[in-house]
């Protein structure tokens, strides 16, 4: 990699610092504040926006070649972070049920166009021999804004939040960090590659390759992790330890995904997709068994690490996996095809309210991410795609 596609990636690493440092790190207190009697005054209905911003992330991604087509990968990104920034100034303002579901679509949507396009310059920047290690930059710098977010907005909320007036200075942090972002965004240069829209054709072939789907079960069963996160840990949390501790105690899932997704693509450039995808999966199935057996604050923290490992893994290695598998001009669809999957399984624990005491959920869950790290290792060889797709 050259000196200038270095600074280039560092640049998009840092706006994904700043967005994920500000409207990012907001996500754990979203629920919290909007179920205020200032806002909706209920946790389903506060839990129902949050379900909401990656419902319209999962559909829109399949639109994001047609903006990247038309606006370029730089106005793309522009586009997206500023969608970050727009969230966290509406959840300031706005007391509407209406306006909030609006401001979660809008953030989904740019959310969808802000990870594609800098998700495809990541890898254009990147030799292909090192898919993984760019990836793996991409995520690091998410990860280690929604840490640095979750702690700094954690403390200035305080303890034990109750009215509005104790989540301004975290809105106030996230607006700020995420509005630097898109600053920092216009550093970005144009990309010279074009990019073909998706086909229905596409879908359809994807549907039926037993191998694509095979990858499409893993990034689904891996999603939970962060819907449970969000939504029950940080329920559970709050009741035990007042809202306040949310940052502190969920500070372990962050840390694992930061160093998840340092090494994790990394690893996988060095001892294959398959390898480092079986471990995440049995950690992350480790972490839903313990969260659903031990009820302690203490036992939450640790699982909600190892939670963290699976999904700054999973991901991380994923996106290396499309970029191994398919050339710039056709990465868009794929992509956007893939990782939908894994937003519909972040929206559903929230969606539906999955419960960390029902056992039959976390079973469910958990099985299942331990079967995917099985079904990992025993078809490495099915993890491609059509030769055709490329």
């Known amino acids: 990699m050259s000196r200038s596609a270095r600074n280039q990636a560092f640049v998009i690493a840092l706006v994904f610092f700043c967005a994920f440092a500000g409207t990012g790190a907001i996500q754990p207190y979203v629920v919290p504040i909007l179920k205020l009697e200032s806002k909706t005054g209920s946790e389903r209905l506060a839990s129902l926006v949050?379900?909401?911003?990656?419902?319209?992330?999962?559909?829109?991604?399949?639109?994001?070649p047609f903006v990247v087509r038309r606006l370029g990968i730089?106005?793309?990104?522009?586009?997206?972070?500023?969608?970050?920034?727009?969230?966290?100034?509406?959840?300031?303002?706005?007391?509407?049920?209406?306006?909030l579901l609006a401001g979660a679509i809008v953030w989904g949507i740019a959310a969808s166009v802000f990870w594609g396009s800098s998700s495809m310059r990541m890898l254009e920047l990147s030799q292909k021999?090192?898919?993984?290690?760019?990836?793996?930059n991409l995520y690091f710098g998410t990860q280690a804004g929604l840490v640095l977010g979750v702690i700094v907005q954690g403390f200035l909320c305080g303890?034990?939040?109750?009215?509005?007036?104790?989540?301004?200075?975290?809105?106030?942090?996230?607006?700020?960090?995420?509005?630097?972002?898109?600053?920092?965004?216009?550093?970005?240069?144009?990309?010279?590659?074009?990019?073909?829209?998706?086909?229905?054709?596409?879908?359809?072939?994807?549907?039926?390759?037993?191998?694509?789907?095979?990858?499409?079960?893993c990034l689904f069963m891996s999603s939970p992790a962060y819907g449970i996160c969000l939504r029950q840990l940080n329920t559970q949390i709050a009741a035990i330890s007042g809202a306040g501790s949310i940052g502190l105690t969920?500070?372990?899932?962050?840390?694992?995904?930061v160093t998840a997704s340092r090494f994790a693509g990394s690893l996988s450039d060095r001892f294959g997709r398959a390898r480092v995808w079986s471990v995440g999966f049995l950690l992350g199935s480790g972490g839903m068994f313990l969260s659903r057996y031990v009820g302690s604050t203490a036992a939450y923290a640790l699982g909600a690490a190892l939670l963290g490992l699976m999904?700054?893994?999973?991901?991380?290695?994923?996106?290396a996996w499309v970029g191994d598998?398919?050339?710039?001009?056709?990465?868009?669809?794929?992509?956007?095809?893939?990782?939908?999957?894994?937003?519909?399984?972040?929206?559903?624990?929230?969606?539906?309210?999955?419960?960390?005491?029902?056992?039959?959920?976390?079973m469910i869950f958990?099985?299942?991410?331990?079967?995917?790290?099985?079904?990992?290792?025993?078809?490495?060889?099915?993890?491609?795609?059509?030769?055709?797709?490329?």
């Not at 949050?50 to 994001?64: G, P």
């Not at 021999?129 to 793996?136: E, Q, R």
Request: charged share 15%.
């Open 50 to 64: 949050m379900a909401l911003v990656y419902l319209s992330f999962a559909f829109a991604r399949q639109f994001v």
């Open 74 to 99: 730089r106005r793309s990104i522009n586009l997206g972070v500023a969608g970050y920034a727009f969230f966290t100034v509406n959840l300031y303002f706005c007391d509407s049920f209406a306006g």
């Open 129 to 136: 021999s090192a898919y993984g290690k760019a990836a793996g």
């Open 159 to 217: 303890k034990s939040p109750s009215s509005i007036a104790d989540y301004r200075g975290a809105i106030c942090w996230a607006i700020a960090a995420s509005s630097l972002g898109v600053g920092v965004s216009f550093l970005i240069r144009p990309s010279e590659n074009e990019y073909v829209e998706s086909e229905p054709a596409q879908f359809k072939k994807w549907f039926s390759d037993r191998r694509m789907m095979t990858v499409v079960f």
């Open 250 to 257: 969920l500070a372990p899932f962050y840390i694992a995904q």
């Open 311 to 319: 999904f700054g893994t999973i991901p991380t290695v994923c996106l």
């Open 325 to 362: 598998e398919t050339t710039p001009r056709n990465r868009l669809p794929l992509h956007g095809f893939l990782f939908a999957w894994r937003d519909f399984g972040v929206a559903l624990p929230m969606l539906f309210g999955v419960k960390l005491a029902d056992p039959s959920v976390l």
């Open 366 to 390: 958990g099985v299942g991410a331990a079967a995917c790290a099985v079904l990992v290792r025993l078809m490495p060889e099915r993890l491609t795609v059509n030769a055709e797709m490329k």
